[in-house]
């Protein structure tokens, strides 16, 4: 299995700020994934990180909103911009690997946008 | 109709009772099925893969039915321990697309 540590663990930021999100893991891996999960939802996927290629964005979801970077094959940051309330949310950094594809996460960012 | 569908519970049941859990998705194309159990306040974690043949770890069971288009995740002898969010995960062949159900929520009391 794969090991993650996102930074930082949780953060109170007011409206209208930006809050960069940071992933690191402890193989290399092709693709990394950013997802959210609102109190009491499921996971929503937000886009999936290539090294060296623009990010995939979800239906629903835009670069100029969530920035992401990619610089080499154990790193990836979420930058959530303009924040508004609506953004409070849990955001967890995922990637695959093992046998079976199996889905690893990060400790996740809990972010509460006053 | 959603992708994947759980019932949210919750599921409370007493210590050491059998509780079952089932999950249906909509795409036939479905390849490969899990089960994450999400403490409160923290990420998910895999729990167990489902395999068509069924999948048994201890006191866990997962098995598939393709015909009706469901997984399904057995606890027997339930523990205080079980008590969290289970949610089932369903990935699309081809494009691996990841869906996420709501999850079940079980709740195992003394």
């Known amino acids: 299995s794969a090991v993650i540590s996102q930074k930082p663990s949780r953060d109170i930021c007011q409206r209208g700020t930006s809050l960069t999100i940071q992933c690191q893991v402890d193989?290399?891996?092709?693709?990394m994934f950013w997802y959210r999960q609102q109190p009491g939802q499921s996971l929503t996927l937000i886009a999936t990180a290539n090294q060296g290629s623009e990010a995939t964005y979800e239906s629903g979801f835009v670069i100029d909103k969530f920035p992401i970077s990619r610089p080499n094959l154990t790193f990836s940051t979420l930058t959530v911009s303009n924040m508004s309330p609506e953004d409070s949310s849990i955001y967890l950094c995922?990637?695959?690997?093992?046998?079976?594809?199996?889905?690893?996460f990060g400790p996740g960012t809990r972010l509460t946008v006053l | 109709r959603k992708e994947v569908e759980q019932d949210p519970g919750p599921f409370n049941v007493p210590e050491g009772a059998t509780v079952a859990f089932n999950c249906t998705y909509s795409n036939s194309a479905s390849q490969s099925f899990f089960w994450y159990r999400q403490d409160c306040r923290k990420e998910p974690k895999l729990l167990m893969s489902v395999y068509s043949s069924g999948n048994e770890d201890g006191r866990f069971t997962a098995q598939l039915n393709r015909a009706s288009q469901y997984i399904s995740l057995l606890i027997r002898d339930s523990k205080l321990s079980d008590s969290a969010t289970y949610l089932c995960v369903v990935i699309v062949g081809g494009y691996q697309k990841v869906t996420f159900g709501t999850g079940t929520k079980l709740q195992v009391i003394p």
């Open positions: 193989s290399q891996v092709t693709m």
């Open positions: 995922s990637v695959r690997s093992g046998r079976n594809n199996e889905q690893f």
